[in-house]
């Protein structure tokens, strides 16, 4: 019989019971913080709230929010809810040296996130049978490692390809008969395209579904996909504060994301004042750590703007829907699968010896994202030759390049040329259509 | 003896150069020469003109991202052949040539070479030696 479930009793658990369960992790997981991470400590002190105090899920409203703020400035240690020689293994967001957000985990921290990876690589048909190819970034970043724990854990023959290189993608996934495609949805049109360049057509490719992530993505580019490689695609939810992809997945549906509610807890809230909103309403997505140990976070804002639902889902599985992300609600860009904050660029122009002034503007041509940056050139800056100028443009791409993990490219413009304004400057134009 | 030329930055976008020539206009500046080196996005400007420093100061007040540059002028009988002479003379030199542009002198049978080349008195050297007249 077709294996519908990774863990069926927790995936399809009542939601009278989830609740419960997750009253008493809760519960478990706050005085775990309190008692080891000073910084959250002092939060709730501050806000006169203790452990004991939280006696039912809905008491969760009376502790502080967490922001990307928070990581930064108790970054690297200050977050850590073990001894260090507990953990083994950090992951890492990109970000400006010194500003990154490192996540920490225990092998118990592992295990789980694998483990969540692993329900979604079942809800989408695999079973140790598939042959599934990862093509997410392996390293630092999330995409990787978490499929390819989830693989592991599935059974399945795992194909650790990493990012890149679409000759040799292609290749393994038809010697090896690749059956589940892991990537970010701009690199699975890509590799559509790439296909039929080379005169494969939907049908010649093994795969059935493929799992993709990392980045927004609309139901046209679905469409796309499905149509170009043959397959159904699904969607996949993580950040690497929570521990990566796998936080909610899309089951055989393809209507909305089951959350892992057995390890998050999800609430919607209003971004401007805080306040929780009602089941179905759209707001900002802050998930709590239900079993975390080394990185454990309370109501960690995402700034990603969803809905949430319990209608029934006809999958069988009972876990909250989150619809995909709708937008954001701070400046935060995501292009080919990283985070990119406008601020993070202007750094680097600082740290150059420009001035602040500058557009950034991503598109999105043949599936994969672009970012242009316009930078005005100073007079003093200005050598007499056109090899002068771009090498000078050649540099700070590659300081971008550095920081960001993406190469961009940069355009020198006049004094004066980029528009100023007298509110919140006008820095990003994302010609994207993202969100349907 | 070098001259100085002014070299601007032009955006490569429509009106961008008309809006600077019209600036020397404005101010009565004269062009003896003049070249534009282009790509995608930005074009250098580079003129020989009357008044150096006017047009320095004119262009800069405007907003113009300008600097002036000392280059060599060759004067060249405007013949078949003369161009390649003088190049041949910088080339026994191993002097690189970063750009150049030429233009026939308003005395007639002249043509004149300018040329950036990193050393302004070797260059010179090798060139009034070798029989080149050079401002």
Same mark, same amino acid.
């Given at each position: 019989?077709?294996?519908?479930? *990774?863990?069926?009793? %927790? ?27 000073? *910084? ?61 957000? %490192?996540?920490? $985990? ?46 592991? @854990? ?11 290189n679409t000759d040799r993608q292609i ?20 590799i559509g395209e790439s296909l039929k ?67 998050? $807890?999800? =609430? ?31 109501? *960690?804002?995402?700034?990603? %703007?969803?809905?949430?639902?319990? =209608? ?41 010896? *420009? ?45 971008i390049k550095t920081i960001l993990g ?17 509110? @919140? ?12 | ?15 961008? /150069? ?12 004269? /062009?003896?020469?003049?070249?534009? +080196? ?6 250098? /400007? ?29 004067? /060249? ?28 002198? +308003? ?21 009034? +030696? ?6």
């Amino acid at each position: 019989m077709k294996q519908r479930y *990774y863990q069926e009793e %927790i995936e399809t658990m009542p939601v009278s019971e989830i609740k419960k369960l997750q009253e008493r992790k809760l519960q478990k997981q706050i005085r775990h913080v309190y008692e080891h991470v000073p *910084y959250y400590r002092a939060l709730m002190d501050a806000k006169g709230v203790k452990p004991e105090d939280i006696k039912c899920l809905e008491d969760i409203r009376k502790l502080p929010f967490l922001s990307k703020s928070d990581l930064r400035e108790t970054y690297p240690y200050g977050m850590l809810a073990v001894p260090l020689a507990d953990c083994v293994r950090i992951q890492s967001t990109s970000g400006t040296t010194g500003k990154r957000v %490192i996540a920490y $985990y225990t092998q118990h921290d592992v295990d789980l996130w694998e483990e969540c990876c692993a329900r979604a690589i079942v809800a989408v048909g695999g079973t140790k049978e598939d042959v599934v190819q990862v093509c997410y970034g392996y390293g630092l970043f999330t995409g990787g490692p978490g499929l390819n724990g989830g693989s592991h @854990k599935v059974g399945s023959l795992t194909l650790p390809m990493s990012s890149g290189n679409t000759d040799r993608q292609i290749q393994f996934m038809m010697d090896l008969k690749a059956t589940i495609l892991c990537c970010t949805p701009s690199y699975a049109a890509y590799i559509g395209e790439s296909l039929k360049d080379r005169g494969y057509k939907p049908e010649d490719n093994f795969l059935k579904a493929g799992i993709f992530g990392a980045e927004p993505w609309t139901e046209e580019m679905r469409r796309d996909i499905q149509a170009s490689l043959g397959i159904k695609a699904y969607d996949i939810y993580g950040l690497t504060e929570t521990s990566g992809p796998g936080v909610a997945f899309e089951c055989s549906e393809q209507h909305g994301m089951h959350i892992n509610e057995d390890h998050f $807890y999800a =609430e919607v809230i209003d971004p401007e004042t805080g306040e929780v909103l009602p089941e179905g309403s759209k707001g900002e997505l802050v998930f709590t750590s239900l079993d975390k140990e080394a990185f454990p976070l309370i109501r *960690y804002r995402t700034r990603d %703007i969803c809905v949430l639902t319990r =209608e029934k889902c006809a999958c069988g599985r009972t876990h909250i829907r989150m619809s995909k992300p709708m937008g954001r609600s701070d400046d935060m860009l995501i292009i080919r699968g990283v985070n990119v904050f406008p601020s993070q660029i202007e750094t680097v122009l600082l740290n150059e010896g *420009y001035a602040p002034n500058y557009r950034i503007e991503v598109d999105r041509v043949n599936n994969s994202d672009t970012l242009d940056v316009f930078v005005e050139l100073l007079p003093e800056q200005f050598s007499d030759t056109v090899s002068g100028v771009t090498a000078m443009e050649k540099k700070l791409a590659n300081a971008i390049k550095t920081i960001l993990g993406i190469n961009p490219t940069v355009h020198l413009v006049a004094p004066r040329s980029i528009e100023r304004s007298e509110g @919140k400057a006008v820095r990003v134009i994302d010609k994207r259509k993202l969100h349907d | 003896m070098a001259i100085r030329q002014i070299t601007a930055f032009v955006e490569n976008q429509q009106g961008k /150069l008309a809006e600077v020539t019209k600036l020397l206009a404005d101010n009565g500046i004269d /062009l003896r020469a003049l070249s534009i +080196a282009d790509t995608k996005d930005f074009g250098i /400007l580079r003129v020989i003109v009357n008044d150096t420093d006017k047009a320095y100061s004119v262009l800069s007040q405007n907003g113009v991202i300008v600097k002036t540059t000392e280059v060599i002028a060759v004067e /060249l009988n405007d013949r078949p052949g003369e161009m390649s002479r003088a190049l041949a003379v910088l080339d026994g030199e191993e002097i690189n040539i970063e750009y150049l542009y030429a233009f026939i002198s +308003a005395t007639p049978g002249r043509a004149d070479l300018v040329l950036r080349v990193a050393d302004n008195a070797a260059a010179e050297k090798a060139l009034n +030696a070798a029989g080149f007249k050079t401002a």
